[in-house]
């Protein structure tokens, strides 16, 4: 057993090291089982270092063959190794060469970090901390190398040799083996270091960079699947394109490669030149992939591509700054994907994503800062909090700075850390450079965990034609005021008022930077309703009282497409949590209208305004004794209602885009807004009556000419009960048998299955022949679904759904503690759950911690978790 509490590391400890690593030569010789690895390291005493310091080497399961330094075998009574590393007591004062020699067993690494095999595959994960398991080094991001990596195997096991850079050489080595040298001329950190070998099949495209370096681009993917990896070869291409447009970004070696492998704990990583992908992120035809697939790939191959320069040439200091790569890259790819697609439709989706897995860890025990200030285990901050808030303060700063001064502070923040390990400050003071202005109090939204709430009130004064809004922000930890901008306006009857004068107020955004103030419109001729945080200008919880007509004149006449989901959201919410007939009605109503006037005009968002919010947020809507039973009735009912109120819309919508979405499948997002439009129809005619939506989907399965409309039917009657539905399902099973991508979807969406037989369901779907414990993807797909996704049945009462977890967090951790901790998260609203429920989960972490030699993952998670309070 490691340890119950582990150890926190801190970022006030954070010292620079005491030697650096220029140079890394690296021999490796891939075996199934022994794997040999010889590197050679070209070290020196760091002279921001501590002086005089021992030299300890990172090191994680690893055998060491030999060690010797400037040629020389170092004496056993030199050095020490253990579990966490080797330690030379007494190096040299001066540069020197360390020749470490280690080996390694890929075939028996279920952990997959470090060099690990997936399907015969030899591929690599090193990022937070994996390149320890391959070799002994200083495995932090601050120390950076220039890497030179000679690849030797048995040419029929892996005829393809990939590394990080450029290719050098290649040839055979005797009878049956060969070897490839890759040259990666720019420093990294360990953590984007990578290899692949394995017999794979590839498509190739080049590129000429704005620059003009000749690029060739390439995919691989498993042999005779080469037909399913166009789509992610054109989106590197366009991700190129766009960087270089958009932020003047240009490749910098002369080959880019991505591989799919099928085995990945995550969905990919941007090693230097070398992508690694989970293969559900590269692989689609429109026989097996949806258009959320679609969208999924163009948007995971644009983020890798864009760490190139942020996260590659600019990496961060320590893992403390990871939103520095992380919340940047995903602004840049959520800019990218709004380009591509449509930008509000892409708004209204980045929201939805972070009000359903952010806020809910910003309110509960797994809180923390953007920038963390301690962590025991690195590789549980990959978080929504990271990533997707990091996100937001980025996108923030654009509003508060403009797009110009965004782009100059871009440019030199590029400049000004190229080549080095930066921090958030160093990102802040290319801001502060170009704009002259202090960041320090908007740097606090990196420092303040939680999510502030803000609450508006307004007053009209017809006298005076004057409307006053007062604002006023609030944090659920004490501390200083954040710098919250608010894009605002004001509606009117018909539309949105003009002519309105407002002090304060710059391109319709008001920036709160005290605890509250008022911001005063003048010429305001009739009685408006306020508009606020359009396109969500800040991550925040807006309290704002407004009645549903009011509400329904925003989702009417608001300028603003975001607020005019957001009203019919609002609207929604409120039904859910407070049932009113009566209110349901008018709201019925006036989405009648809305469909009538625009449905056709743009599908895609009428698709999102008939969305109702989800179970998981009207649960987090609620302040404490969540039921999970009441609030799944509460939206069926209201479901039902639209279903069966609309029903003639629905139809007409139905014949009107039925012949645009029989024609030949296309993956751009107008069609794809087709298709979400008429299936979220289908959906809701099967709420309202639930025969009838079972023979439409019957139908539709019959019909469709592509995943995603055949998915969504089979999604539909899914939650039917009855003989169509079992029959359906088995077809999707024998139908895709041979096809683990698609086989997971038909794993989730019976893990989805808001029914007390689900339980037996997944045990039975555990024995099949499909399903592995050891496929990352298939476990997420069956479990991870149900516990995020399945509120009712995880959060049974009975503590049956909290078991299966449970169970499969135990089992999991033996063998993969990143997957099993992160499936572990699932328990983090378990506090504000109703007392049966709640009783029903602590026993079962409980269970877990009893569980002997946890790993540092699932302990760090399960500490949190259980934490009081
Ligand atoms: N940087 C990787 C994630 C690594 C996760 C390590 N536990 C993928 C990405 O965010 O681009
Ligand atoms: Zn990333």
Partial sequence: MRTETPPLVRLENYRPSAFLIDRVDLDIRLDPH????????????????????????????????????????????????????????????????????????????????????????????????????????????????????????????????????????????????HYAVW?????????????????????????????????????????????????????????????????????????????????????????????????????????????????????????????????NRVTCRDWFQLCLKEGLTVFRDQEFSSDMRSRPVHRIGEVRSLRARQFPEDAGPLRHPVRPTAYAEINNFYTATVYDKGAEIVRMLRTLVGGAAFRAGMDRYFADNDGRAATVEDFLAAFEAVTGRDLSAFARWYERPGTPRLS???????????????????????????VIPVALGLVGAAGPLAGVACAGVTDGVFVLDRAEASVVFENVTEEPVPSLLRDFSAPVRLDLALSDAQRLRLLAHDSDPFNRWQAAQDVALRLILDPDPARAGAFAEALGTFLDGEALADPAFAALVLALPTEGEAADALPADVDPDAIHRARHALRAHLGRTLRPRFERIEAALAPQVSA?????AASAGRRALRNVALDLIAAGDPGAGAALAVRRLDEAGNMTDRLAALATIAQIPGEAREAALAAFGRRYAHEPLVLDKWFAIQATIAEPGTLARIEALKAHPAFAMTNPNRVRALIGSFSMANPTQFARADGAGFALVAETVKTLDAANPQV???????????????????????????????????????ADILSRTMKDG
Wanted: charged content about 25%; some cysteine.
């Fill in 456 to 482: 508006a009130t307004g007053a009209y004064d017809a006298a005076a034609s004057r409307y006053t809004l007062r604002l006023a922000q609030t944090l659920p930890v004490e501390g200083p005021p954040l």
């Fill in 820 to 858: 099993a901790a992160r499936l572990l998260t699932a328990f983090g609203s378990w506090r504000r759950l109703e007392k049966n429920r709640r009783v029903a989960a602590a026993e079962m972490l409980n269970r877990i911690k009893a569980v002997p030699g946890l790993s540092r993952d699932v």
């Fill in 664 to 668: 030949a499948y296309s993956p751009d």
């Fill in 183 to 311: 040259h990666d001329p720019h420093p990294k950190p360990a953590y984007l270091f990578a290899i692949v070998g394995g017999r794979l099949g590839k498509v190739e495209a080049p590129f000429r960079t704005v620059e003009g370096r000749a690029v060739t681009c390439a995919v691989y993917v498993e042999p005779g699947k080469e037909d399913r990896a166009g789509y992610a070869l054109d989106a590197v291409i366009r991700s190129m394109e766009w960087d270089e447009r958009a932020f003047g970004r240009a490749y910098d070696l002369d080959v880019f490669n991505v591989v799919a492998v099928s085995a990945f704990n995550m969905g990919a990583m941007e090693n230097k030149g070398l992508n690694i992908f989970n293969d559900k992120y590269v692989l689609a035809v429109p026989e097996t992939a949806t258009d959320a697939d679609y969208a999924a790939i163009e948007a995971i191959i644009a983020h890798e591509y864009f760490h190139n320069w942020s996260g």
């Fill in 34 to 177: 022994a794997t040999r690895i010889t590197a050679a390291l070209a070290l020196r005493p760091n002279p921001a270092g501590e002086d005089g310091a021992p030299l300890h080497l990172d090191g994680d399961d690893l055998t060491l063959v030999a060690l010797d330094l400037d040629g020389v075998p170092v004496p056993a009574g030199d050095m020490a190794v253990g579990p966490s590393g080797l330690t030379l007591h007494r190096p040299p004062r001066r540069p020197f060469v360390l020749r470490v020699v280690t080996e390694v067993d890929p075939t028996a690494n279920t952990r997959l970090m470090g060099l690990y095999r997936t399907e015969g595959v030899y591929c690599t994960q090193c990022e937070a901390d994996g390149f320890r398991r391959i070799t002994y080094f200083l495995d932090r991001p601050d120390v950076m190398a220039v890497y030179t990596t000679r690849i030797e195997a048995r040419r029929d096991e892996a005829p393809v040799l990939l590394g990080n850079g450029n290719p050098v050489e290649s040839g055979p080595v005797g009878e049956d083996r």
